[in-house]
């Protein structure tokens, strides 16, 4: 417990960050240190926050005044969602001893903290009986090897949803993440008239929802060909109504057929070798009943792949990669090779371009977003295929002067998941 009467107290310490600033000669170096300083100080200080809140809810600090400790933190300052974040880290550390170590020593962020929280949460939820000690240590040990690995928080949550699936899968019952009988859709007009929607669905609506979503929300040009001036929320709003406009116009004429805008398209990739490690393009990691599901009424692609994980023998002579050849490239890439862009934001790109007499094949073909494309075609960045029949980045000199190949972004940032 903290020492009040032992170490310098923590409101002396306030004045000393106030007093952090830039030099006007200070170096990057410098300034990268200092951020990096700052940025452990912020993992310790989420820490301690979560600590004492959990403390402050013990104690019914907030019960004095007829309160609860979640809204007394609003009063105080908080935002909602960190208020929660810091009960359920703080409540949590507890019984998770490992996470509880690396988080007081500042070594993650209170995002990657929640992230291992919420994950051992849903692992324990999926388990048919109560996790013992030692499940607890091997699923906690797991998921900090992700993080560390470099996962983000959302991919940490991606690995613990599939070690609940497998858990799952040999057990009689569906999946929270999968249970269509819980689906929610509410409504509420604000003070101003604006109308605020709230959606708790299952998996699979919730992949259609965004495949189609997304699907419209691509950045378009102005009229005067500047650059899209609406932010990735409008471009979804935007996207939402064009859904509904194509419902509305498919409903007065009573054909099916008119709904051709939204694309409600669910690609699931299901690896042979290991059918409990199913995965949706947006949401990730689905239960093998789920797949099952799924595929009762779906085309399926069936692809070899080699030692590498890229596809064989997918080629055609036309200019424009197939349905068949982009499926096979989103397999091997995942995302925009340079920036890791959503596969549903991307372009096929031909790496040796086809008016240079470069071939429609797999081995000549890679994921780019519309801005990356873009770039690629008109600064000196290159692209070349490695002898891992991977596609690698060749920055220009002036961003790196050894022009060192980079490998694509998703081997670039590969974690222990994949």
């Known amino acids: 417990m903290f020492d009040y009467n032992r170490v310098v107290p923590l409101d002396t310490l306030i004045p000393l960050l106030r007093e952090v600033t830039i030099d006007a000669d200070a170096s990057g170096c410098q300034v990268f240190e200092t951020a990096k300083t700052l940025m452990d100080v912020r993992n310790l200080v989420d820490h301690q926050l979560a600590v004492h809140v959990a403390a402050m809810d013990r104690l019914g600090v907030a019960q004095r005044s007829g309160g609860r400790t979640r809204r007394l933190l609003i009063e105080m300052g908080a935002a909602p969602a960190v208020a929660d974040r810091w009960l359920r880290i703080g409540t949590a550390l507890g019984r998770l001893e490992r996470v509880a170590a690396y988080s007081a020593d500042g070594v993650f962020s209170g995002e990657h903290v929640d992230a291992l929280v919420r ?163 947006w949401l990730g990691p689905i239960s093998q009943t789920t797949a099952h599901l799924v595929a009762c009424d779906a085309s399926v692609t069936v692809f070899d792949l080699d030692e590498h994980g890229a596809p064989l023998g997918v080629g055609n002579g036309a200019r424009l990669f197939t349905v068949q050849q982009r499926k096979a490239l989103i397999v091997r890439d995942q995302c925009c090779v340079k920036c890791g862009a959503a596969a549903g934001y991307t372009q096929c790109h031909h790496i040796i371009y086809w008016s240079h007499g470069g071939a429609t094949v797999i081995d000549n073909g890679c994921l780019l977003c519309t801005s990356c494309h873009a770039q690629i075609h008109a600064s000196g960045w290159e692209i070349i295929m490695g002898a891992d029949r991977h596609p690698w980045l060749i920055p220009p000199v002036e961003v790196d002067p050894t022009r060192t190949p980079l490998p694509a972004y998703n081997r670039r940032t590969m974690t222990l998941a994949a």
Not at 121 to 142: W, Y
Not at 151 to 168: D, M, S, W
Not at 175 to 187: F, G, K, L, Y
Not at 196 to 225: C, M, W, Y
């Open 119 to 281: 994950g051992m949460a849903h692992i324990d939820q999926r388990a048919p009986e109560p996790l013992s000690a030692g499940s607890v240590i091997e699923h906690e040990l797991a998921l900090i090897a992700q993080a560390f690995s470099g996962a983000t928080p959302r991919e940490v949550l991606a690995a613990a949803r599939a070690r609940g699936n497998q858990i799952a899968d040999d057990q009689d019952g569906v999946p929270a993440a999968e249970d269509r009988t819980i689906n929610e859709v509410s409504t509420t007009v604000a003070g101003d008239g604006r109308l605020e929607v709230f959606a708790n669905l299952d998996i699979v609506t919730g992949e259609k929802l965004v495949s189609a979503v997304e699907s419209l929300s691509r950045k378009r040009p102005e009229p005067d060909g500047s650059e899209d001036a609406r932010s990735a929320g409008q471009r979804r709003a935007d996207a939402l109504e064009m859904i509904l406009d194509a419902a509305a116009k498919a409903s007065r004429t009573g054909d099916a057929d008119m709904v051709v805008a939204p694309k409600t398209q669910v690609s699931v990739t299901v690896p042979a070798d290991h059918p409990d490690q199913a995965t949706l393009e």
